[in-house]
């Protein structure tokens, strides 16, 4: 191995936020436990920029998306630039994904059955992934054979059967933050501290691999094309709106 930061900076270039705030953690930080999320099933697409919201307010590592490259920003209020994100075509690539030797991820499934434990026990070991259930119909069977365990939210009134997918997103992560031990952010006022916010360098609301990304810039690029421009991040952006574009740095590879 290179160190505590091995097989990050072949992800991260060394002006990426990723870099700032690993800083901001301490001496510690790589060495504790990360935590990634699962998206997919989502039928309120409205759902995956909260979800996102979420993900960068409890310090997710990575949100993988399963299925369609595209997904809805509404709801981020422009975190969306904050987060790392990865596009899978299945389930069964999300898990290898995550298993594999450098993640070692337990998969925890957020569902109401039999032999889940309680969020509050924080059944947690090491590196974790959450994967939450469908708002109607909870967790597929597809998405089941892909958990190692279970985990659920106890409710103590009557009125309704089942949290929204967005709060129980909240709940659940901002519960392995508290078993990860991780640094809460600077406060000021009565708001958090944002860091310093990245350009948008692609459009918003489409998730796709840097490398193709790079390759197809290169070659518009020895083509004579101006458009490359674009993806290097010259673009004009007078009268565009809020910065809510996923950032091609902020991106991993495998």
């Not at 193709?212 to 709106?241: C, F, I, M, N, P």
């Amino acid at each position: 191995r290179k160190g505590k930061f091995f097989g990050v900076r072949e992800f991260f270039p060394e002006n990426s936020i990723w870099w700032s705030w690993m800083a901001s953690q301490g001496e510690g930080a790589a060495a504790r436990p990360k935590c990634y999320l699962i998206v997919h099933n989502v039928s309120k697409k409205h759902n995956i920029g909260t979800l996102v919201r979420s993900a960068v307010a409890f310090n997710v590592h990575q949100v993988c998306l399963v299925g369609s490259k595209r997904f809805n920003v509404f709801g981020n209020h422009g975190s969306v630039n904050y987060v790392s994100l990865k596009h899978f075509d299945c389930l069964k690539d999300v898990r290898a994904y995550l298993k594999d030797e450098e993640r070692q991820c337990t998969i925890y499934g957020v569902e109401i059955i039999e032999g889940a434990k309680p969020i509050q026990e924080h059944p947690f070991e090491g590196n974790a992934a959450f994967i939450l259930g469908n708002e109607g119909q909870g967790l597929t069977e597809q998405q089941m054979a892909i958990c190692d365990s279970y985990v659920y939210i106890p409710q103590y009134g009557k009125g309704t059967a089942s949290l929204n997918v967005t709060v129980a997103g909240s709940i659940i992560l901002h519960h392995f933050c508290i078993w990860a031990n991780y640094k809460e952010t600077d406060r000021e006022g009565y708001k958090y501290v944002l860091g310093e916010r990245p350009q948008r360098q692609m459009k918003r609301g489409v998730c796709l691999d840097p490398e193709q990304v790079k390759e197809e810039r290169l070659a518009r690029k020895a083509q004579g094309s101006a458009d490359w421009l674009e993806s290097e991040g010259h673009q004009d952006t007078q009268g565009e709106g809020p910065n809510e574009g996923v950032i091609a740095s902020m991106f991993t590879t495998e």
